[in-house]
């Protein structure tokens, strides 16, 4: 029984002085255990914005993509067709118009 109440009061003087340093020391704690979250923030942050890109994934979709041919019967169709249409423009511009901007 007495060996207990010594380690007791042991223990709560070691606590009464780990409070106290604790006390004396809380800002520069409170800022070491902010850094150590911004850090580990930051390396994660890291890990999203560069990814290590995974070449055998790369390689099967790169073989699996269907890449589509243009039909070229099609193309000299439209081509043709391009050329029958005249377009014109007809625009408001009057030559003998004053600049307001240029005064």
Known sequence: MNDTNKIVQNLGTIGAKIIGYVGRYRTV????????AILASVLQAQSYLNPVRNEDKY?????SANSKKIDQAIVEKLSKTQGDY???AD?????DRSNPFAE
């Open 29 to 36: 704690i409170v800022i070491f255990i902010a850094c150590i």
């Open 59 to 63: 390689v099967e979709v790169q073989s």
């Open 86 to 88: 005249s377009s014109t």
């Open 91 to 95: 625009s408001n511009f009057v030559p």
